[in-house]
C-alpha cells in the first residue's frame, strides 16, 4: 500500500507541475490532456487504495483512511481546476474568433473601409458579460461542491480521530480540545459556503 501511495501522490505532484507549464502555453489543449489523464490514473489508484485500506491492521486504518482521503480530495481540487483552466482556454478562443471576424467585415465597394456595427458590438459585449456571468456561477457550483466534500472529510476526519484517540487512550481533555477545533473549522466551512452564495447571488443581481 505505502509503494502505491507513494506513486499517486508523486502523480498529484506532476500534475500539480503541468498547471505551472499550462499558464505559459496559449493553446494548451495537448497540456490539458495530459493533465486529465493523469487525474484519471489517480482516480484509479484511489480506489485501489480503498480496498487496501481494509486491509491494514485495525489501529492502523483510520490514519490509512485518512490519508486516502487527502489523496481524493487533492485530486478534485485539481479536476476543478482543469475545467476552470478549460474554460478559460475555450473563452479567449472564441474571444479572438469573434475580434477576427469583426476585423474582416468590409462594406462599401472599395472594400477600404472597415465600419464598426455598434449593435452588434452591443450585441456582442453583453454575450461576453452573459459567458462571464455562466462562468462565475460554474466556479461558485464548483467551490460549493469542494465545500461540500470538505465538510464530509472534516466529518470523517473527526470520526476517525475520535476511534484512533480512544485506541491510543487519549485523556478526555485531548479529546475536547478536537472536538473543539472540529466544530471550529465547521464555522469556518459556513462562513465559506454563504459568502460564495452572497457572490453568485450579487453577480446575478448585478449582471443578469
Do not use: W
Amino acid at each position: 500500500m505505502e509503494t502505491l501511495y507513494h506513486q499517486t501522490s508523486q502523480l498529484i505532484q506532476e500534475t500539480s507541475q503541468l498547471f505551472h507549464k499550462l499558464e505559459f502555453e496559449p493553446d494548451g489543449e495537448k497540456i490539458e490532456n495530459d493533465i486529465q489523464l493523469k487525474i484519471n490514473s489517480i482516480n484509479a489508484n484511489c480506489e485501489k487504495l480503498d480496498i487496501l485500506v481494509f486491509k491494514t491492521p485495525i489501529n492502523q486504518r483510520p490514519m490509512a483512511k485518512m490519508r486516502v482521503d487527502q489523496l481524493k480530495y487533492d485530486n478534485k481540487h485539481i479536476q476543478a481546476s482543469l475545467i476552470n483552466a478549460q474554460n478559460k482556454r475555450r473563452r479567449r478562443e472564441q474571444e479572438k474568433a469573434e475580434r477576427e471576424e469583426l476585423v474582416s467585415r468590409r462594406f462599401g465597394h472599395d472594400h477600404t473601409a472597415i465600419t464598426v456595427d455598434y449593435l452588434a458590438q452591443e450585441q456582442t459585449s453583453l454575450q461576453h458579460s452573459h459567458r462571464n456571468v455562466d462562468e462565475m456561477l460554474h466556479t461558485g457550483s464548483n467551490i460549493l461542491e469542494t465545500l461540500r466534500y470538505n465538510r464530509e472529510t472534516l466529518k470523517g476526519a473527526h470520526r476517525r480521530l475520535i476511534d484512533l484517540a480512544n485506541t491510543l487512550g487519549l485523556s478526555n481533555a485531548t479529546i475536547s480540545l478536537i472536538e473543539r477545533r472540529v466544530a471550529q473549522d465547521k464555522y469556518v466551512l459556513f462562513g465559506g459556503m454563504f459568502v460564495t452564495l452572497a457572490v453568485i447571488v450579487l453577480v446575478i443581481i448585478y449582471f443578469v
